[in-house]
Nanobody
Framework: QVQLVESGGGLVQPGGSLRLSCAAS????????MSWVRQAPGKGLEWVSDINRGGDTTYYATSVLGRFTISRDNAKNTVYLQMNSLNPEDTAVYYCAAWTPSAGWGPKAKNDYTYWGQGTQVTVSS
């Protein structure tokens, strides 16, 4: 069956770094564009970043631009999110999600995505 499994979350101090991974299975990973989306406590979903199927086109939310980097390895069916200079406002559950071009770049409604992961918690605190 289709699975997106995130990993790499945890507790980190402000200014620190984390690298999230999302391993895909059960579908043709290279055929889908991918996103990272997050949800902070008590808040709605916030789009973080998109990457195209080949990995050579990326977009970022203003709040993470210059600090986060999305990448993918289609040979490993995995998408990554390198997060640097973390601050407490980055505390959230981070989800990866797969989508098709009809969904469009940038922020999307949850049901615009084809597949979702279960999320990984990132906590930034001293």
């Amino acid at each position: 069956q289709v699975q997106l499994v995130e990993s790499g979350g945890g507790l980190v101090q402000p200014g620190g770094s984390l690298r999230l991974s999302c391993a895909a299975s059960g579908f043709t990973f290279s055929g889908y564009l991918m996103s990272w989306v997050r949800q902070a406590p008590g808040k709605g979903l916030e789009w973080v970043s998109d990457i195209n199927r080949g990995g050579d086109t990326t977009y970022y939310a203003t709040s993470v631009l210059g600090r986060f980097t999305i990448s993918r390895d289609n040979a490993k069916n995995t998408v990554y999110l390198q997060m640097n200079s973390l601050n407490p406002e980055d505390t959230a559950v981070y989800y990866c999600a797969a989508w098709t071009p009809s969904a469009g770049w940038g922020p999307k409604a949850k049901n615009d995505y084809t597949y979702w992961g279960q999320g990984t918690q990132v906590t930034v605190s001293s």
